[in-house]
């Protein structure tokens, strides 16, 4: 075989991995981000462990779903280029290098600590669930995905030890049960209901009042979250500053953070456009990556988040 070959017979195994996917494992860093211990370095050491491992164990994730759902992904127009699905892989070859990722994974996750083994199990234990079964029942199947953002936020308190404050969590939840319907809404109209068994549970209108349910209660979390934040016991040399020199002017930490509530009014705004304008919300990884305004939404919330909780 030539290396020319071998390079295009290499590709696939890469593509299988999703690696755009693994965006979605930087919320383990939500944790430590809002305790202020982003830059202690043992604690920064076991997120980025704890990254490492739910990249792999969400590759191996996706080559069991890229399985299982090869015959009805033959029929979408995007995902019947899938490397199982247009023969690429086959099945066997795939169902080894799943399982070897599965292993790597449980392997790290262990040498972290057997809390997080348990949380790691538990996330592919329920993207088994997933994939075998709630993908297919309507409602169920929307709850499955939205598991799957809980769980790495979940996984992140867990390898750092610290804990996000409860109404963020409930920001986290709301907001992944949002995306998981406007990535069904958008399946639903741009393929219909071929695609997808529990597609032909759904009407456009009922997906219409889960994405506002939820995008409402997103907002509504958030803000109760950064009206009710404790200051962190970590700061920066100008925060310090300014207690002393001006005690009047500073503000409580809890006070600055109602100013994040307006990127994520915006990023809501925006995406909500994108999964009824654009019909673009079966693909949430790219919006995110790809969308200008949101991604300039996103930015300015992590900039301001991360100047208030390390510098004010």
């Known amino acids: 075989m030539s290396k020319k070959e071998k390079k295009i017979n290499f590709f696939p195994y890469l593509k299988i991995l ?85 292993l790597s994974s449980l392997l790290l996750a262990y040498s972290l600590s057997p809390s997080f083994l348990g949380i790691s199990v538990l996330y592919i234990a329920i993207h088994l669930l997933y994939s075998f079964v709630l ?86 979390s958030y803000a109760l979250f950064a009206f009710t934040a404790q200051p962190v016991s970590f700061g920066g040399a100008l925060r310090l500053t300014l207690f002393q020199k001006y005690p009047d002017f500073a503000l409580e930490q809890r006070k600055w953070m109602m100013l994040t509530v307006a990127p994520i009014i915006f990023g809501i705004m925006r995406y909500g456009q994108i999964i009824f304008d654009a019909q673009e919300g079966e693909r949430p990884e790219k919006i995110v990556t790809s969308d200008i305004p949101l991604i300039f939404a996103i930015l300015v919330w992590g900039l301001t988040t991360v100047m208030i909780i390390y510098v004010f």
């Open 18 to 102: 999703r690696p755009n996917q693994w965006i979605k494992n930087l919320s383990l860093f939500a944790a430590i981000i809002f305790a202020g211990e982003l830059s202690n370095r043992g604690v920064f050491l076991k997120g980025l462990i704890g990254f490492v491992t739910f990249c792999l164990l969400s590759s191996s994730s996706y080559i069991i779903n890229d399985i299982v759902d090869a015959p009805l992904d033959r029929l979408h127009p995007r995902k019947k280029n899938r490397p199982v699905a247009s023969g690429a892989i086959k099945p066997g070859p795939a169902i080894r290098f799943s399982f070897f990722l599965l």
């Open 135 to 220: 993908k297919k029942r309507a409602i169920y199947d929307i709850i499955g995905i939205s598991l799957s953002f809980i769980i790495r936020a979940v996984a992140g308190q867990v390898a750092t030890g610290f804990h996000l404050p409860i109404w963020l969590m409930y920001t986290v939840i709301f907001l992944s049960l949002f995306v998981a319907s406007g990535k069904r809404r958008s399946e639903l109209i741009s393929t219909g209901k071929t695609t997808r068994p529990s597609l032909k549970r759904y009407r456009e209108q009922l997906l219409n009042f889960y994405i506002t349910m939820f995008a409402v209660s997103t907002l509504i």
